[in-house]
């Protein structure tokens, strides 16, 4: 399963801005996908985390700001940027886990598959 972020760019504090993930590729089922940022000099850290049963879960500093969305019929999946701030500067990876195809309509082992960054960089 491969996945392609794309969208980041400069934006103002205070700004606005939605960064895509495209992913392709054969599969059983997905059970969670997720926005991850690395901010520079440090780790890479969870953003936001939807399952396939649609809970939500934010990092307290992005909550009521950042909204991940998917559409699985445009097999892609969003973060919705609200608000931005400089310490929101990083580089997003989007990651997806779930279960290849096995025997019959059975799932197979499992993956986890990571985009490979796109920048973000919130200018005060």
């Known amino acids: 399963v491969q996945l392609q972020a794309s969208g980041g760019g400069r934006v103002q504090a205070g700004g606005s801005l939605t960064i895509s993930c495209s992913y392709s590729?054969?599969?059983?089922?997905?059970?969670?996908m997720a926005w991850y940022r690395q901010p520079p000099g440090n780790q890479r850290e969870l953003v936001a985390r939807?399952?396939?049963?649609?809970?939500?879960d934010y990092a307290a500093s992005v909550k009521d700001r950042f909204t991940i969305a998917r559409d699985s019929g445009r097999s892609t999946l969003y973060l919705h940027m609200n608000r931005l701030k400089p310490e929101d500067t990083a580089v997003y990876y989007c990651n997806g886990v779930g279960a290849l195809h096995g025997k019959g309509w059975s799932p197979g082992r499992s993956f986890v598959s990571w985009g490979q960054g796109t920048q973000v960089t919130v200018s005060s």
């Open positions: 590729g054969t599969f059983h089922s997905i059970s969670s």
């Open positions: 939807q399952s396939s049963t649609g809970e939500e």
